[in-house]
């Protein structure tokens, strides 16, 4: 399947969450065709969109008063705990570890999510009438 493809059939129609889960899907893929001497700033800057993804995401739950606000924050909470692992092991130069993490580990996460706390958000969003940004 393609980029545009995976990214279409991601979609859970609210612009600002699809557009940053093209660029989250993006990265992913720039990773997995990285150099070992490219990876760590890539992993790194998967990182940092990833929270601030995930910042947003908690301000328009907040916003439209997600009633599983607390679930789907915890989900986002342990996944940047995983991360931050994953970082050092990265950072120590045990590139090995963090592409585990981005070939197997992180795209199966990432559907699930999409697919489940993401759509459900985006949905309770549409029928609180807060309009994308």
Request: aromatic letters at 10%; charged letters at 20%; hydrophobic letters at 40%.
């Amino acid at each position: 399947m393609s980029l545009t493809e995976t990214i279409r059939r991601l979609s859970i129609d609210y612009q600002p969450i699809d557009r940053d889960h093209a660029e989250f899907i993006n990265l992913l893929n720039q990773l997995d065709g990285a150099s070992n001497a490219d990876f760590p700033a890539l992993f790194q800057a998967l990182y940092l969109h990833t929270v601030e993804h995930f910042e947003q995401e908690n301000q328009l739950m907040q916003q439209s008063a997600f009633p599983a606000f607390s679930e789907h924050n915890g989900e986002h909470q342990r996944v940047l705990s995983e991360f931050k692992q994953f970082q050092s092991s990265v950072d120590k130069g045990m590139i090995a570890f963090g592409r585990g993490f981005i070939k197997q580990r992180l795209p199966a996460w990432f559907v699930l999510h999409v697919s489940t706390m993401d759509s459900a958000l985006a949905a309770h969003i549409k029928s609180a009438g807060l309009a994308p940004e």
